[in-house]
């Protein structure tokens, strides 16, 4: 997709750069075609991504009522809304542990759940939870392979029998995510996935009889939900789809969802020949990834990214072009990796009818 209508601003000279612009209503025309993908009481969004109470709003009025969070701020974003079902996706330890009990105290009729995937930890959560008379609702993380967090797949059923006798904790099912899987083609994608999960499909099956009843499973995000989409008792959690990046423009092709977060940025310097440099320095999108995977500039793929520090991003450019660039020139850039980007600002800039129309607050991590 190239940067024409909507992505066009119109009397930038009260806009500061670099900004993050968000576009209403590509986000809209994304959570549209999702639902097309997955069914609406199947969807369980994560909002490590857009961190926001408007955007979280427009899911809702899409109908979602099944979130995902990683921090306890996001938690308490969603719980402004009391009939949200929200799983904290996120070990809870230390302190983050005595905060999360305060949460479920402070909204005792919140359906709020945590995960777990240490019994020491669990014990912890259970003892405190008995402080205040609480029963925890809790998932069981499950390692796909991405030896992140996670019980091990041949580790569930004895993980399983050791926490079910935290009369405080209500073990509601599990969850599992596999951001490791990459393959960009969808069939060798699946194969993957199905290899590990038909593994935990077996041991489900057997504490699913030992324990009587149904366990609800969340899997999957923005690489994997079109793959868990097929299976009717999986909760898919993708978040990236509601503002979308040039990541996974390349590497899930089949998906094409709209880039919704687009950084505004502007030409500070010509500092040498066929060099320019802009005020989007690592401070302004996610720099994780090598330089010339931290960004993309649609109708300037020959600009070439050749160093970037905290305040500055250096390119080179032909110098045909690079004559006839004055400083102060408006570019417009999408991020390889929008999630950790939207966490660099305070806010969006929102974009209606081709003006800067409000601003929506983003969510700090703490």
Request: hydrophobic share 45%; glycine share 4%.
């Amino acid at each position: 997709m190239m940067m024409q209508s909507p992505y066009v601003i119109k009397n930038t000279d009260q806009l500061a750069s670099p900004s993050l612009l968000v576009f209403p209503e590509v986000v809209q025309a994304n959570i549209a075609k999702i639902l097309t993908k997955v069914k609406l009481d199947k969807l369980r969004p994560h909002i490590k991504t857009i961190k926001s109470k408007p955007l979280i709003q427009l899911l809702i009025d899409a109908g979602v009522r099944k979130f995902k969070c990683a921090t306890l701020k996001e938690a308490s974003l969603l719980l402004e809304w009391e009939e949200l079902d929200i799983l904290l996706a996120y070990p809870v330890v230390g302190y983050q542990l005595d905060q999360f009990i305060q949460l479920l105290v402070k909204h005792p009729q919140a359906k709020l759940q945590c995960l777990i995937d240490d019994v020491a930890t669990a014990s912890l959560l259970h003892e405190k939870a008995a402080q205040y008379g609480l029963s925890v609702s809790v998932f069981i993380d499950v390692n796909l392979g991405m030896g992140r967090t996670g019980v091990a797949i041949d580790q569930l059923e004895e993980f399983y029998e050791e926490v079910k006798a935290f009369d405080h904790l209500e073990i509601i099912g599990f969850h599992g995510y596999d951001g490791h899987i990459r393959e960009i083609d969808l069939g060798e994608r699946t194969k993957v996935v199905k290899a590990v999960f038909d593994r935990f499909l077996a041991v489900l099956k057997r504490i699913e009889e030992q324990a009587h009843r149904k366990l609800t499973c969340v899997f999957g995000g923005s690489n994997t939900f079109p793959i868990y989409s097929q299976y009717p008792f999986v909760e898919c959690s993708p978040g990236t789809f509601m503002l979308w990046d040039w990541g996974y423009h390349i590497s899930l092709p089949e998906q094409n969802f709209g880039f919704a977060a687009v950084l505004f940025t502007r030409i500070i310097s010509k500092p040498s020949l066929n060099h320019v440099c802009l005020d989007l320095g690592y401070k302004a999108v996610a720099s994780e990834n090598p330089i010339a995977q931290r960004f993309h500039i649609p109708k300037h793929e020959n600009w070439r990214p050749i160093m970037q520090s905290e305040e500055h991003l250096v390119l080179e450019v032909p110098a045909a072009e690079w004559e006839n660039l004055a400083v102060g020139t408006e570019v417009y850039v999408i991020p390889y990796h929008i999630c950790p980007t939207v966490a660099m600002y305070p806010f969006y800039r929102v974009v209606a009818e081709e003006g800067i129309r409000s601003t929506w607050e983003i969510a700090a991590r703490y």
